[in-house]
């Protein structure tokens, strides 16, 4: 049994209410009795891409389980780097991961654009991608992660500020049946839905939470719930090949 947990969209800033909540889903992961696979957390780690944020999210996201981090519309590329991966030389391309596990791949692409809200894969990251999936055995699943939803959610809010190209990524998955599913962040609420004939996970918001558009009443801002807990997707792949996705409410309980 492989076991991934999946958290987002923590929008660190350096204040103590995004902070604490980060910390609180930190901790409850590294408290469980299980080592999980891997710990994925897509996108919008800071608010305003700034390095003391990068810092501040270094600290936080530090986890015993192997941790694979991407950007979202929110991160800055070269100050990401820098600042959470530490790369003494950072580059302004797409930061594109792969955690190659035990009986598992979890690729991670980065779907920011520079300067905009809605999400794109590059050429460069769907050609990396492509070879990821080419030199991975046909019996070894696959879990592609990035930030932006391919797919419309039903929420105006977030699907104009979607992923655009999507057709281009739904080809490339036709090519490799081994690709098991999608998951991504952005969208602040936990949601299930398919993209190319996958499942498309969403990870729910751990610094606040979307209205649904019958939720919401009229108002500024009347999107945005923050007052909901954080909480946090596990995405359990069995050894029959199925995957199933658990969420989990995330209380401080310090």
């Known amino acids: 049994m492989i076991v991934v947990a999946h958290l987002s969209d923590v929008h660190l800033d350096g204040g103590a209410r995004a902070a604490d909540r980060t910390r609180s889903v930190m901790a409850y992961l590294d408290s469980l ?15 305003h891409g700034t390095p003391a944020e990068y810092e501040e999210a270094r600290e936080l996201l530090r986890s ?12 800055e590329r070269l100050a990401f780097r820098g600042g959470l991966l530490a790369e003494e030389t950072a580059s302004a391309g797409p930061v594109d991961q792969v955690l190659r596990g035990e009986g598992f791949v979890l690729a991670v692409c980065d779907s920011s654009v520079p300067g ?17 999936l080419a030199g ?19 929420t105006p809010y977030v699907d104009e500020i979607r992923m655009t190209g999507e057709e281009r990524l739904a080809v490339l998955a036709e090519r490799h049946p081994h690709l098991t599913a999608f998951l991504c962040g ?20 751990v610094v606040s939470t979307l209205r649904l558009p019958w ?30 996705t658990h969420y989990r409410v995330v209380v401080d309980r310090r």
């Open 33 to 47: 009795p299980y080592d999980l696979d891997a710990v994925l957390v897509s996108g919008d780690i800071a608010d």
């Open 64 to 75: 015993r389980h192997p941790l694979v981090v991407c950007p979202g519309n929110h991160d």
């Open 116 to 132: 905009m809200d809605h999400g794109f894969l590059e050429e460069s990251t769907l050609a990396w991608l492509d070879g990821v």
């Open 136 to 154: 991975t055995p046909a019996d070894t699943p696959v879990l592609l992660a990035f930030h932006h939803p391919p797919q419309p959610l039903h």
């Open 186 to 205: 952005h969208a602040h609420t936990a949601a299930v839905t398919t993209f190319a004939g996958r499942p498309l996970l969403v990870a729910p918001g």
């Open 215 to 244: 939720e919401a009443r009229s108002g500024p801002d009347e999107h945005v719930h923050l007052d909901e807990p954080p909480a946090v997707a596990f995405h359990v792949l069995g050894d029959d090949g199925r995957l199933t």
